[in-house]
């Protein structure tokens, strides 16, 4: 069964820095692109970054440009989401989602974590 | 930026009605229209790509439809399970959700 489980949120001051994971599981990891989505509390979606199968391209959100740094280890099958010079407006939950395909531009998002809560704020 | 406009945003029905959501596109996205559905408290799931496409294990009742700016997911039968908050998504150039519509009882 596919799983994608994101860990690593938290309570952090502004300006300071996280860093967000996600574990998968279940499908064959490096054979697919993987996307960071975040949800504002009571909010709607937001595509924050994504990655390709062998992070030979990468891409973000104009919001998150030059703060946020996606990477993946496909050894450890395992996505991360470097957030620097966090503001309040960074304040969401945070999903992993698996996409369809290799790339991570034009694919849709097949399976999605329950994400991982980040609290900015003094 | 391409903006995604969602309407209605709050939407009341019963069981057994049909009903149809529609995500305008504020410039041509071709067929890249997906729409996700999403329960409270619970990630987002995928149940349409390119438009028309369902996913596996989604039910029959939900079809998509439109093509450039103008696209449609309807829900022929509304069952219990349905009442939630469902996204329709381009991905032709980067990624932009729209807001959102509650269907509600």
């Known amino acids: 069964e596919v799983q994608v489980v994101e860990s690593g949120g938290g309570l952090v001051q502004p300006g300071r820095s996280l860093r967000l994971s996600c574990a998968a599981s279940g499908f064959t990891f490096d054979d697919y692109a993987m996307q960071w989505v975040r949800q504002a509390p009571g909010k709607g979606l937001e595509w924050v970054s994504g990655i390709n199968w062998n992070s030979g391209s990468v891409g973000y959100a104009d919001s998150v440009k030059g703060r946020f740094t996606i990477s993946r280890d496909n050894a450890k099958n395992s996505l991360y989401l470097q957030m620097n010079s966090l503001r309040p407006e960074d304040t969401a939950l945070y999903y992993c989602?698996?996409?369809?395909?290799?790339?991570?531009?034009?694919?849709?998002?097949?399976?999605w974590g329950q994400g991982t809560l980040v609290t900015v704020s003094s | 930026d391409i903006q995604m406009t969602q309407s209605p945003s709050t939407l009341s029905a019963s069981v057994g009605d049909r009903v149809t959501i529609t995500c305008r596109a504020s410039?041509?996205?071709?067929?890249?229209l997906a729409w996700y559905q999403q329960k409270p408290g619970k990630a987002p799931k995928l149940l349409i790509s390119d438009v028309s496409n369902l996913e596996s294990g989604v039910p029959s009742r939900f079809s998509g439809s439109g093509s450039g700016t103008q696209f449609t997911l309807t829900i022929s039968s509304l069952q219990p399970d349905d009442f939630a908050t469902y996204y329709c998504?381009?991905?032709?150039?980067?990624?932009?959700f729209g807001q959102g519509t509650k269907l509600e009882i």
């Open positions: 989602a698996k996409a369809a395909g290799v790339k991570w531009l034009q694919e849709t998002m097949t399976w």
């Open positions: 998504q381009q991905y032709k150039n980067l990624y932009t």
């Open positions: 410039q041509s996205i071709s067929s890249w």
